[in-house]
Each structure stands twice: as C-alpha cells, then as structure tokens.
C-alpha cells in the first residue's frame, strides 16, 4: 500500500504542473486570427523591416532633390585699385594717375530640368566709383539675364540623374515587396506556432492517458503478485512502463512551455509582459477538405509572389541602366542660349528701371558638338550591362520555376496530409480496440502483461500520429497560402504604402 501512495504522489506531481500554473498565471483564450493580428502589429522583425520603406523613399525625395531643386547663390565682392601717373620714357608725354572703387552684388539661381536642361538666372549690379584722366566718375551698371543648355543626344533622354532617381524609384518598391514578404513570413510562422501549441496541449493529454493505463496495469500486475498469480518480471515491466510514461508526460510539458513562448515571442515585442500569460487556443485541431487547383494556385502564386516581384523591379532598373549606357555611346550635341539685359545710371534706381526696359539687351545661341576619338570605355559598359540583364532574366526564369515547384510541392504535402489524417485515426481506433481485447485476454489468463504493455505504447504512438497529422494539414495549408503569396488575405489583412 506505501508503493501505492507513493505512485499516487508522483501522479499528482507530475499532471499537477500544468494545474499550478494556472493558478500563478493569467489564461488568456486567443483565436488564430488575434494571435496574427498582434503579430502583425508587434512583432520584431516586422517592426525593423517596416522602416526600409521610408528609407528608400527618403533616398529617392533626396536624389530629386540632390539634382532638380534650384540653388540660390549670392557673391558680394568689393574691389579698390590705384595706379600712380609718370611720365612714358619713350614718348616723353605723361600718363594721368588714377583710382577706381567698386561694391558688386552678383546673385543667381541655378538648376536642371527632368529634360537635362540646365539654366543659371544671374544678375549683376555693381556700384563703381573713382577718378582717371576723364575726370571723377561714380554710376551704377547691371547685367541680367538667363543662360541654358540642353541636350539634343548624350544625356538628352536618360542622364546620371534621372537613371539614379529613377532606380531609387524602383528601389522604394522593391523595399515594400520585402516588407510585404516579412508580413507573410511572419503570419505563416504564427499560425504553424499556434497549431504547435494545440498540438502540444493535445500531446499531454496523450501522455496523461499513457500514464493513466500504465498505473492501472502496475496496480493490477502488483495485486496478482502478491496472491502469487503473475511473476515479479510482469510487475516490473509494468513499473518500467509506468516510469517510461512519466518522463514522456514531462517532455510533453516541456514542449508546450517551448511552443507557449515561440508563439508568444512572435506576438510580441516585450516578452516579460508575457511571461506569466497563459495563451490558450480557442481552435481544434481539426481536419477540413480543401480542393486545390494546381494551375490556379501557379498563377496567383507568380503574379503575388514578392521575390518574383523584385526580380521584376531589379531588371526595369537594369533596363534604365542600359538605356543610359547606350545613350552615353552618342557624341554630345548641346544647344546653348542666353539672353539679358544690360544697364547704367547715376544711381540704384535708375540702373534698375533702365535694365527693366530692356533697351540695350544682350543674347548668344549656338551648338557645343563634342565626340571622343574612342568609344572603349562606354561600349565595354554597355555590353557588361546587357550580359548582366540577360543573367538577371535567367535568374527570375529560375525563382518562376522554383516557385512553381514550391506550389506543387506544398498541395501534394497538403494533399498527403489530408489522408494521413483518416488514416491515423483509423489506426487510432484499431489499436485502442486491439488494447482493449488484450485486456481482456489478460485478465482470463490467455495474454501476458507484455503484449498489454506493447499495445498500450502501440495506442499512444497512434493516438500521437492522429494528432501530429491533423497538425501537419492545417500547417500544410498555411505553407500552401505562403506559396501562392495570399497569406495576408487569408488572414483579412491589407497592406498599403503612401
């Protein structure tokens, strides 16, 4: 009777772990859906991903800016000169001294156009002040005016400017594909997490049940042994069993605090809030049909896919690289044009006003033709350019076709699933039935306690593949959403960028 009560203990010991913590923690029932919606909003990584967006985005405002907006540039600059009188030694005739003072205010604004074209809006006004042979002078003169330059071949289509704006554009959607893919990343791991965590619950009460029928079986072999109706060897195979289920029903435990905090390290982004949450899953493991359409599945998953979507962006930017390689093989034509006005009074004002009427204006035009006596440099560009675009293509062929092998693999996975699920359960009730009849034989005299014992951890290995399968198909179907990119919308979320 003290073996009894000490295996009693041991069974309160062991199946009252999971009793106690729940007594110290808080239970917190939660759907799939709750558990991927706080995922989505609070998971690490999801989090350090969400900034390469607006990074990307800063980078390509700060190149439109590096090469559109004008700057404004001012020089104020005062210069004095004198020059002493003599007498010219060749001619004998005197030259006149002289002084001359000036205060110039230059300021201008310059810029490129998207075409390529450049402009300079300048202005000078200069205040002059002195004395020569003419006598004293002091007036003011102005020039004002606009010069450009545009080019009609090389840089006219494409420059180094707009091929880099352009890039930083595409750039800024590549970030939001991977972003994208961290969502579904992170939405698939959390629901195969959340069928673990059943799986391990469920796992327990496998492993509870094994330790249950190997009690009762080491009580019944131990009272025969007493009246002397079975061998001590049956009552220590019994204990072995009984042993074997109690360190299987700790590992049990183990496992569901391990697959508590992966699903909870997941959700969250401060896991000592966590800590002493219980997440208890509001689902059953159950086992739903699905019909699967192999060639729907490849072209929803080849049309979403984020990885082929950046592949996609990565050869439109190596199209504007090679358009701006080919374009650099043309000889530089520019058309070239200023036009201004000249100015010169007595004072500020009327410098002023007679620049405004624009009766003594000034403009050039013409073309600058300039072509290098060797094309070696932007040929050899463009050529690594087109190897590197055909190599890039050969790489996106490869991903489609990795990525349709992925789909095929993940619905004949699903598809195995499903059956295993029927057919663990069907072996489920054989062994239970088998165990059941053993039992049976055993107490009339017609079996032995090692054929019960066998078929007890048939029954749990059984009862284990019945719920790891039903585990399996619903993660299977995760896996099949991941692989057609539909994840988010399998989970009613919706992702958008500014």
Same mark, same amino acid.
């Given at each position: 009777?003290?073996?009894?009560?000490?295996?009693?203990?041991?069974?309160?010991?062991?199946?009252?772990?999971?009793?106690?913590?729940?007594?110290?923690?808080?239970?917190?029932?939660? +759907?799939?859906?709750?558990?991927?919606?706080?995922?989505?909003?609070?998971?690490?990584?999801?989090?350090?991903?969400?900034?390469?967006?607006?990074?990307?985005?800063?980078?390509?405002?700060?190149?439109?800016?590096?090469?559109?907006?004008?700057?404004?540039?001012?020089?104020?600059?005062?210069?004095?000169?004198?020059?002493?009188?003599?007498?010219?030694?060749?001619?004998?005739?005197?030259?006149?001294?002289?002084?001359?003072?000036?205060? +110039?205010?230059?300021?201008?604004?310059?810029?490129?156009?998207?075409? *390529?074209?450049?402009?300079?809006?300048?202005?000078?006004?200069?205040?002059?002040?002195?004395?020569?042979?003419?006598?004293?002078?002091?007036?003011? %003169?102005?020039?004002?005016?606009?010069?450009?330059?545009?080019?009609?071949?090389?840089?006219?289509?494409?420059?180094?400017?707009?091929?880099?704006?352009?890039?930083?554009?595409?750039?800024?959607?590549?970030?939001?594909?991977?972003?994208?893919?961290?969502?579904?990343?992170?939405?698939?791991?959390?629901?195969?997490?959340?069928?673990?965590?059943?799986?391990?619950?469920?796992?327990?009460?496998?492993?509870?049940?094994?330790?249950?029928?190997?009690?009762?079986?080491?009580?019944?072999?131990?009272?025969?042994?007493?009246?002397?109706?079975?061998?001590?060897?049956? !009552?220590?195979?019994?204990?072995?069993?009984?042993?074997?289920?109690?360190? %299987?029903?700790? +590992?049990?435990?183990?496992?569901?605090?391990?697959?508590?905090?992966?699903? $909870?390290?997941?959700?969250?982004?401060?896991?000592?809030?966590?800590?002493?949450?219980?997440?208890?899953?509001?689902?059953?493991?159950?086992?739903?049909?699905?019909?699967?359409?192999?060639?729907?599945?490849?072209?929803?998953?080849?049309?979403?896919?984020?990885?082929?979507?950046?592949?996609?962006?990565?050869?439109?930017?190596?199209?504007?690289?090679?358009?701006?390689?080919?374009?650099?093989?043309?000889?530089?034509? %520019?058309?070239?044009?200023?036009?201004?006005?000249? *100015?010169?009074?007595?004072?500020?004002?009327?410098?002023?006003?007679?620049?405004? $009427?624009?009766?003594?204006?000034?403009? +050039?035009?013409?073309?600058?033709?300039?072509?290098?006596?060797?094309?070696?440099?932007?040929?050899?560009?463009?050529?690594?350019?087109?190897?590197?675009?055909?190599?890039?293509?050969?790489?996106?062929?490869?991903? !489609?076709?990795?990525?349709?092998?992925?789909?095929?693999?993940?619905?004949?996975?699903?598809?195995?699933?499903?059956?295993?699920?029927?057919?663990?359960?069907?072996?489920?009730?054989?062994?239970?039935?088998?165990?059941?009849?053993?039992?049976?034989?055993?107490?009339? *005299?017609?079996?032995?306690?090692?054929?019960?014992?066998?078929?007890?951890?048939?029954?749990?290995?059984?009862?284990?593949?019945?719920?790891?399968?039903?585990?399996?198909?619903?993660?299977?179907?995760?896996?099949?959403?991941?692989?057609?990119?539909?994840?988010?919308?399998?989970?009613?979320?919706?992702?958008?960028?500014?």
């Amino acid at each position: 009777m003290r073996k009894i009560s000490l295996i009693g203990i041991l069974f309160l010991v062991v199946t009252g772990t999971g009793i106690a913590e729940a007594e110290t923690n808080t239970v917190r029932q939660m +759907t799939l859906q709750e558990c991927v919606q706080l995922a989505l909003a609070n998971n690490f990584d999801i989090q350090i991903e969400r900034f390469n967006p607006q990074i990307a985005g800063f980078n390509y405002e700060r190149l439109r800016g590096v090469y559109y907006d004008p700057v404004f540039d001012t020089t104020v600059l005062h210069s004095y000169n004198s020059r002493e009188g003599g007498l010219n030694q060749n001619t004998g005739q005197p030259f006149p001294s002289s002084t001359s003072e000036s205060t +110039t205010v230059s300021p201008g604004i310059t810029g490129v156009l998207p075409t *390529g074209l450049t402009y300079d809006f300048a202005q000078n006004i200069a205040h002059r002040t002195g004395s020569s042979s003419g006598g004293p002078f002091d007036f003011y %003169d102005s020039t004002t005016g606009v010069s450009m330059r545009q080019p009609l071949l090389r840089n006219a289509w494409i420059d180094a400017g707009r091929q880099n704006i352009w890039i930083a554009k595409r750039d800024v959607k590549i970030s939001e594909e991977a972003y994208r893919q961290q969502l579904m990343d992170i939405a698939t791991r959390v629901e195969k997490a959340y069928y673990e965590l059943i799986f391990a619950r469920e796992q327990i009460k496998v492993q509870e049940t094994a330790m249950q029928l190997a009690e009762r079986l080491l009580q019944e072999n131990r009272r025969r042994v007493e009246v002397g109706a079975l061998a001590p060897l049956d !009552e220590k195979q019994a204990q072995s069993q009984y042993a074997k289920s109690r360190a %299987d029903l700790l +590992t049990a435990k183990q496992q569901l605090l391990t697959k508590q905090n992966d699903l $909870k390290g997941l959700m969250s982004n401060n896991f000592r809030e966590w800590r002493e949450t219980i997440v208890l899953p509001t689902e059953k493991l159950i086992a739903i049909p699905e019909k699967f359409d192999l060639q729907e599945s490849w072209r929803v998953g080849v049309a979403q896919r984020p990885e082929l979507q950046r592949l996609r962006l990565d050869l439109e930017k190596r199209d504007i690289v090679l358009r701006y390689q080919h374009n650099q093989l043309f000889p530089a034509l %520019d058309l070239t044009g200023s036009y201004g006005r000249n *100015g010169l009074a007595n004072d500020f004002g009327g410098v002023l006003e007679d620049t405004k $009427k624009g009766d003594n204006p000034n403009y +050039t035009f013409g073309v600058v033709f300039s072509i290098p006596l060797s094309r070696r440099g932007p040929k050899n560009a463009y050529n690594a350019t087109k190897a590197e675009k055909e190599q890039a293509i050969l790489r996106y062929k490869k991903q !489609e076709q990795d990525i349709l092998v992925s789909i095929e693999n993940a619905i004949g996975n699903a598809q195995n699933s499903f059956e295993r699920v029927k057919a663990s359960a069907e072996a489920s009730g054989y062994a239970e039935s088998a165990l059941q009849a053993e039992q049976k034989k055993l107490e009339s *005299g017609k079996s032995t306690s090692f054929n019960v014992l066998q078929l007890q951890r048939d029954l749990t290995e059984r009862r284990s593949d019945e719920i790891r399968a039903l585990a399996d198909y619903n993660q299977a179907l995760a896996d099949i959403a991941f692989q057609e990119a539909t994840t988010l919308e399998r989970h009613h979320f919706s992702v958008s960028f500014k």
